[in-house]
């Protein structure tokens, strides 16, 4: 296929670009808004590559999109645990005592111990107190030992974490416990970039933080066309494509991180409640409609429901979200273990088939 691709493939989905080369900037107008043109700005930002399509029709509404790339920015400057000085160290390295933050780490953290708890733990951000026993960079790779896992475990669990709104402070109660964001601070960020970019005006955009997206209005040619990669030709060939509109997807899948060691893939999603690889799915694609935090919701729901695998996790998804209607649920691709497909509601492919 001759489609220019999404820019990254760093996850399993891919924003399909017009189907001809050429850069975004000389693509035709829209016959409806002939002032209007695309632009693009790409930025390696939270350990992926970012990228921004939009449509503007005054050239000055461009700099919206360098400006949703700094706020990117700021949050990874915010919630990364690797960065000093950034509220997730600091509350990682306070040894237990609360750590003051800000509104909007208080306010994620708050969206993040209600799913964990929705999810009975399939989704927590307290799996980092595992952190280092599982190295997949390592030569040779080395499973921990059930022991070291054990030893680890207690640390783990969204129980061990203390907000106070009052006094917007954080603390872990469990030695040993430390937070970590990886499965849906991204969504986040995707959410306060489109956010700037609806605020400077901008109906028809594609924000991309590694494959997963948040979309809005329309693409060049029509609702947004994403590709979704088949687990087994890593970055191959697609499954099919999916048309969509506004609202948010992402996946998660188990080889973008991932060693084969004795016949067993080890990865990098673990399931917080055995202290190891979730083994029910190879991939997962989560379809949120759109709201202020489908970004959020989708990467969040990706990890969950890869975790829970498709049997347990299309009960949970049916439990959580019953009573709403068909336009507000949450639609769901699985790709199990044992290569099966399996589907949460009717998905919109264009061609080839979940
Ligand atoms: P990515 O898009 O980065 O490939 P995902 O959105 O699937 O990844 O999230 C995986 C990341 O989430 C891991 O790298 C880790 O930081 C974190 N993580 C792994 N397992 C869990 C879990 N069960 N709950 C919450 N976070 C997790
Ligand atoms: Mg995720």
Known sequence: ????????????????????????????TQPTAPASRWVERVRGLMGTR????????????????????????????LWSPWIEGSDLHRINAAGGKPVVVEPATLALLERSLALCKASAGAFDPTFFAL???????????????????AARLPAVGCAGIRLDAAARTVQLLRPGARLHLGANAKGTALDAAARVLHDAGLRDFAVDGGGDLVLSGQ???GPWRVGVQDPGTARGRDIGRLALGAGAVATSGDYERSVVHQGRRYHHILDPRTGRPAMATRQVTVLVPAGPHAGERADALATALFVMGPERG?????????GMRPAERTRVFWIAADGRRHASGVLPWVDGKG
């Open 1 to 28: 296929m001759s489609a220019r691709r999404g820019l990254v493939r760093c996850a399993a989905l891919a924003l399909i670009w017009g189907t001809s080369g050429g850069s975004l900037a000389a693509r035709p």
């Open 50 to 77: 970012f990228a921004i399509r939009a449509r503007i029709e005054r050239a000055e509404q461009a700099e919206a999109l360098d400006r949703a790339l700094e706020r990117v920015d700021a949050l990874e400057r």
């Open 131 to 149: 952190h280092g026993l599982w190295d997949f960079r390592a030569q040779p790779f080395v499973p921990p030992t059930d022991a070291a896992i």
């Open 219 to 221: 693409g060049p040619k």
């Open 314 to 322: 299309r009960r949970w998804l049916a439990e959580q979200e019953r």
